[in-house]
């Protein structure tokens, strides 16, 4: 059963619609007010539904289901996976894998955006050396597996986590700067820089920072160049009217768009390893009336891997390392079509749709590696390594953002685990401003956002030798340069909060490794020709994706209220 898309994953309509669908304005419940009437102070309220999912992205209903349970053997003996049953809500992730051409729409818009900063540039193009090997030739793969067409549906590898990260960030903005521009509420993008002909040309930007969202959603990016013809009316009474055609006031009061609009998107990130597993496994195919009926070893059915269908008999599911020396098959009848990595949609897809969830390349997930993250993380939406920030205020008392030199807002780690008093937050704004923060972590001490678990020993810094057991080693995070390295458990660790979860299994792996339920791990900084990574987003609202067909309960409106003399 392949999931599709649902019917309450409705695309928005025009907020002129979406502000009310009837000629009476709907009221509040508690107090019995209009909402969007703007002679009463324009308290608004929207349609309530289902955000449609991202480009790329499919939805993922959520449920309970045993993390690790789909391991049936331990061959590493790293015991790591511990079986334990938790709930996943339901999210959105993408169909494939991010692929080359994708990457190359990333670096292009750096390129055009960020024309004289090459070490922007620089830092967001790919390891292609990790395709080198002193003894095997690979070298045409480092000039040409990035940029060729012939691999421009094949995923992007050499990508290390952190610039998996800043991919998912600048998707983000790209798609609802997109949005709005389309909409109308920016300047749509054949008028902007002030291009476009006749009277109702845009004037030149006079904020020529690229879209951010979270600067957008604080107010922000606005003014002569930036506003679109079809801003948001505005029904505060304390809303400027904006400029007339007449050059001159009178004209109608506008804003950007809101949150509590429902039109941008969540922001696009890389799914947690219990989410990532939990997709990969599929088992919403294999489920009637909350009862599964067979468990999963892989993202398809059977013991095997090779399909069982009449059209395609005998065929491999995935693109994996069939045995020792054997990438490809057979020359005349190649098993699994593939030497290398293959189209990130060359494979039948799992039962939720989403294609290479075993084999190609193994995806980067969110979460901090530690060995026993299954037995102590929460039973709910699992996940191991938040690291919790704050955007730093420029003017506190205006509520306006610090921002970087690319115009994205300065996040600091989050000093409480609550909401602080206002003026406990205008003093913290203001000393770290001014750089003299008063809760300032001392230098010896762990760094903010440490995950729980972390050593902070200064044997784990790499290039700092130390003895131990009589012997001098260099404990770098990889481990090459470890000459005790029998001898390292206990005592320091190459597990650090740098490391970061790997799954699935890819090209150049045994059929182990295509189990949902393994996992590996590599320094966020590290890249191989084995990894690559999908986004994921999470879904707002019910969770529940395809509701027809199934009993409910209905949800009762709300009687109108009248007032009475």
């Not at 061959?75 to 999210?91: G, L, Q």
């Not at 950007?256 to 969540?266: A, F, N, T, W, Y």
């Not at 005592?491 to 799954?503: G, I, R």
């Not at 299994?505 to 890249?527: I, K, Q, V």
């Amino acid at each position: 059963m392949k999931v599709l898309f649902t019917k309450t994953a409705i695309v928005l309509l025009g907020v002129g619609a979406a502000l009310s669908s009837c000629s009476k304005h709907q009221q509040s419940e508690k107090t019995g007010m209009a909402y969007n009437d703007k002679t009463n102070g324009g308290y608004e309220r929207f349609r309530q539904t289902h955000p449609s999912p991202g480009p790329g992205l499919i939805p993922i209903e959520g449920g309970t289901f045993v993390v690790g349970g789909s391991a049936d053997q331990d061959v590493t003996y790293d015991y790591n996976n511990v079986k334990r049953r938790v709930t996943i809500p339901s999210f959105y992730m993408d169909e494939t894998e991010v692929a080359n051409q994708d990457w190359l729409d990333y670096l292009h818009w750096i390129n055009i955006t960020y024309p004289q900063d090459r070490e922007l540039y620089y830092n967001a193009i790919p390891d292609t050396l990790v395709w080198r090997k002193p003894l095997s030739y690979n070298e045409p793969y480092v000039d040409n597996y990035l940029r060729h067409p012939a691999f421009q549906d094949y995923p992007v590898v050499g990508v290390t986590w952190d610039q998996a990260q800043d991919y998912c960030q600048w998707r983000t903005d790209r798609t609802n700067e997109n949005i709005l521009r389309e909409r109308g509420n920016l300047v749509a993008w054949k008028d902007m820089g002030g291009t476009g002909k006749g009277k109702n040309a845009a004037p030149a930007p006079t904020n020529k920072e690229p879209f951010n969202t979270d600067v957008y959603l604080n107010g922000q990016i606005r003014g002569a160049g930036v506003d679109g013809k079809k801003m948001l009316p505005d029904l505060s009474p304390n809303a400027k009217a904006a400029v007339g055609a007449n050059g001159k006031g009178g004209g109608k009061a506008v804003r950007p768009v809101r949150l509590e609009d429902g039109i941008l998107k969540q922001g696009y990130r890389l799914p947690s390893e219990a989410e990532w597993e939990y997709a990969a496994l599929a088992l919403i195919g294999n489920t009637q009336f909350e009862n599964i009926d067979d468990n999963k070893v892989y993202p398809w059915n059977g013991l095997g891997v090779r399909s069982s269908k009449k059209a395609t008999r005998g065929l491999i599911l995935a693109n994996f390392k069939r045995g020792q020396g054997d990438n490809a098959g057979v020359g005349g009848y190649l098993n699994d079509k593939a030497d290398i990595t293959a189209p990130v949609r060359q494979y039948p897809p799992n039962d939720f749709g989403l294609y290479n969830m075993a084999g190609n390349v193994n995806e980067w997930v969110q979460d901090t590696y530690r060995q026993t993250s299954f037995e102590e993380f929460d039973d709910f939406n699992p996940f191991r390594g938040n690291e919790f920030t704050n955007k730093r205020l420029a003017d506190p008392t205006k509520g306006l953002y610090a921002k970087d030199k690319y115009g994205k807002p300065i996040k600091d780690p989050s000093k409480s685990n609550k909401k602080m008093k206002y003026s406990e937050l205008i003093a913290l704004q203001q000393a770290q401003a001014n750089g003299t923060d008063p809760n300032a972590a001392p230098a010896t001490a762990a760094p903010a956002g440490t995950a729980p678990g972390a050593t902070t020993a200064a044997s784990a810094i790499p290039g700092q030798k130390n003895d131990l057991a009589g012997k001098p080693y260099n404990a770098d995070y990889r481990g090459y340069n470890d000459t005790v390295n029998t001898a390292l458990y206990g005592k320091t660790t190459l597990v650090n909060d740098h490391s970061k979860v790997y799954k699935g299994g890819s090209w150049n792996d045994m059929a182990f490794w295509l189990n949902p339920a393994t996992r590996r791990f590599m320094n966020e900084d590290d890249a191989s020709a084995e990894v690559g990574f999908r986004c994921a987003m999470t879904l707002v609202g019910a969770p529940e994706i395809h509701p027809e067909g199934k009993p409910h309960y209905s949800v009762k409106k709300a009687k109108p209220y009248k007032a009475t003399r």
